[in-house]
Structure formats: C-alpha cells, structure tokens
C-alpha cells in the first residue's frame, strides 16, 4: 500500500472516530470523505467492507466499557443487578424490533441514498431538527421524562426501535434518531 494510501486510512479513522460519539452520522460523514478522498483502484465492495472494519473500532470501545454491566453473568452481581442486566437487554430486543422487520430494504436504501445529495440533505434536515428541539426543550423547560434505565417501558423502548429505522438513511445519527 502507498503512503498516501495510509494516510486516508488514518484521515478516515479520524472522521470515524470524532463523528462516532457525536449524535451526528459518523457513517452519514464517510460517505462524505469518500467522495472527496477516493481510494486508488478500490471498488464499491471494499468501500463497504473498508467502512464496517473502520467502525468495529468503535463498537469494540463500547464493548469494552460496558462489557461489566452489559454481562448478566459477571462473577459478583447481585440478583438486582442480575435483573436489570437482563431487563436491558429485553428492552434492547424490543427495540430491535422494528428494525429486523425492514432489514431487507437496507441494500435498496443504499442504492437510492448512499449518495452525496442524499447524506447532506439528511444532515441538515436532522441538524435543523436539533437545534429546534433543542430551543423547544429549553424554552419550555421541558426535562427528561425517562432518567434511568429502570423506567424506560417497553412501549418506549419500541418507539425508540421505530425512529432507529429512520437511519437507514444513510447521513441519519442513530443517537440523534
């Protein structure tokens, strides 16, 4: 591999890894990258592939984190502990949900949206909606109904599984969703 070539890994690891904890897309911001900082003879494929890979970094640092308390049978949990481990991840199930349920339009999602025009116009539309809520919220005084985790219903764990289908547009945040 060239020099120059590494250094675009290293600029993509970058973007990846500033955009991934901020609820903006980070994959939304490669797609960008990409069209600006091509790959000499890569096709489409490892693009693809050259994008989960970049993003296993990340999935690996929450891995890593929270292994402890998303682990129910880490040696030392009490029983509450026990039962909230489990209760989090039936309510991760349920918000899981709604996406498994159009998973198969991922690739006719990529088709039509994995493209420049697409990405922008998401990325302002939900930074316009941001910083409206955000306005809203504070104008209102508007707090969190829902603190810990404990008192988050199924029913809400399900709507957040529903607007989570909204990032199968590509330049849609999963956090911001």
């Known amino acids: 591999m060239y020099l120059i070539e590494i250094l675009k890994s290293i600029f993509f690891g970058i973007v990846e890894g500033i955009t991934e904890w901020l609820p903006i897309s980070s994959t939304g911001h490669l797609i960008l990258v990409e069209e600006f900082v ?12 050259f994008n989960v890979v970049i993003q296993l970094g990340a999935i690996l640092a929450v891995m890593v984190i929270y292994f ?5 049978f880490k040696p ?6 026990v039962r ?3 209760q989090l991840w039936s309510k991760v199930l349920v918000a899981t949900l709604p996406l498994l ?9 990529d088709t039509h ?18 910083i409206y809520l955000e306005k809203r919220n504070k104008a209102q ?3 969190p109904t829902v603190t810990e985790l404990e008192k ?19 330049g849609t945040s999963r956090s911001g969703a």
């Not at 091509?38 to 592939?49: G, I, L």
């Not at 402890?68 to 129910?72: A, H, Q, V």
């Open 38 to 49: 091509q790959y000499k003879d890569q096709n489409e494929a490892f693009m693809s592939m």
């Open 68 to 72: 402890n308390k998303l682990n129910p």
């Open 76 to 81: 030392g949990k009490n029983e509450v502990e």
């Open 84 to 86: 909230r481990t489990w």
């Open 101 to 109: 349920l159009v998973f198969k339009l991922d690739d006719w999602f």
């Open 113 to 130: 949206f994995h493209n420049m025009v697409s990405v922008a116009i998401m990325l302002i539309i939900y930074g316009v909606a941001f």
């Open 141 to 143: 005084a508007i707090e």
């Open 152 to 170: 988050l219903p199924y029913k809400t764990a399900l709507y957040i599984g529903l607007f989570q289908v909204l990032a199968l547009f590509p």
